[in-house]
């Protein structure tokens, strides 16, 4: 116990590579290039949610996988409206995010349709299971969710296709221009693409060019600045940064050196991390 700020259920960092820090440094190293939140200059700052949004099914925030269901399962949002035309429903934020980018999009020559938005608790379980009935449990996991951990549940997720239906929901789908558009420009309206290529051992899911998420535009632009390749390396990186504590090392590393996207900061002769944010 050091200086007060040690809790109990805290985790103590024990070398200058721990654990979870040799983590982020695999992770940053490994990261691809993350869409660069360049909207026309009304973009608001990057800024990183708290640990609390990171588990509350009503931020836009909250991450939602295989290993961290809604809480609770049965989650429903407390508001959802039609995105135009298409049958399909997301929370209002989500909504608006979309119409703009289908319309940027279409500005540049690529007609994009809603082919899934929200879906409920109920839908979940009977999608799973027809996919559970065709495929087997162990496939039907890898490309689709159980009830309660599927983010389309959250009026969040919006999966898009193009209106000719070429590569509808197929890795293939990424390799066409409208794909490619979308890669590049998805962070600008407050979007990633969730499960990118290459992650499926870190999301859980192959690779999806057509799911994007929608985070909002502060969030986005922080998840970029990260250089976090997935959604779950940069909550892990939030979580891990407010959970360590300070503590006083033998074996100093140099003040001021980065490790992954931590900063070491050794300036009153404790081993500190802090996040990207305080990093240049
Ligand atoms: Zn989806």
């Excluded at 879906?119 to 009830?147: H, K, M, N, V």
């Amino acid at each position: 116990m050091i200086d007060g700020r040690d809790a109990p259920n805290r985790r103590r960092v024990r070398g200058w590579l721990a654990p979870a820090a040799a983590l982020f440094l695999a992770c940053a190293l490994a990261a691809a290039p993350a869409a660069q939140a360049t909207g026309p200059g009304d973009a608001p700052p990057a800024a990183a949610p708290s640990v609390d949004e990171l588990r509350d099914p009503a931020s836009t925030a909250v991450l939602v996988n295989a290993s961290r269901p809604l809480d609770p399962v049965d989650h429903v949002p407390n508001h959802l409206e039609p995105v135009t035309g298409s049958g399909h429903e997301l929370v209002p934020e989500a909504a608006a995010a979309t119409r703009e980018l289908i319309e940027a999009a279409a500005s540049a020559g690529h007609f994009l349709a809603v082919e899934s938005g929200y879906r409920s608790y109920t839908r979940q379980a009977e999608l799973f299971d027809q996919y559970s009935a065709r495929y087997g449990e162990a496939y039907a996991s890898r490309i689709s969710a159980e009830p309660g951990t599927s983010e389309h549940q959250l009026g969040l997720a919006v999966d898009l296709g193009l209106t000719s239906g070429l590569c509808s929901l197929q890795a293939c789908f990424g390799d066409t221009e409208a794909g490619q558009w979308i890669a590049e420009h998805a962070g600008e309206y407050g979007f990633i693409i969730r499960y990118p290529e290459g992650s499926e051992e870190l999301t859980g899911y192959s690779y999806e060019p057509w799911h994007l998420r929608y985070l909002g535009e502060a969030t986005t632009a922080d998840f970029a600045a990260s250089k976090a390749g997935t959604y779950e390396e940069y909550v892990d990186a939030l979580e891990a940064a407010a959970d360590v504590v300070a503590e006083p090392l033998d074996d100093l590393p140099p003040e001021g050196s980065a490790l992954g996207p931590l900063r070491i900061d050794v300036s009153d002769g404790l081993f500190r991390l802090s996040d990207w944010r305080e990093f240049e």
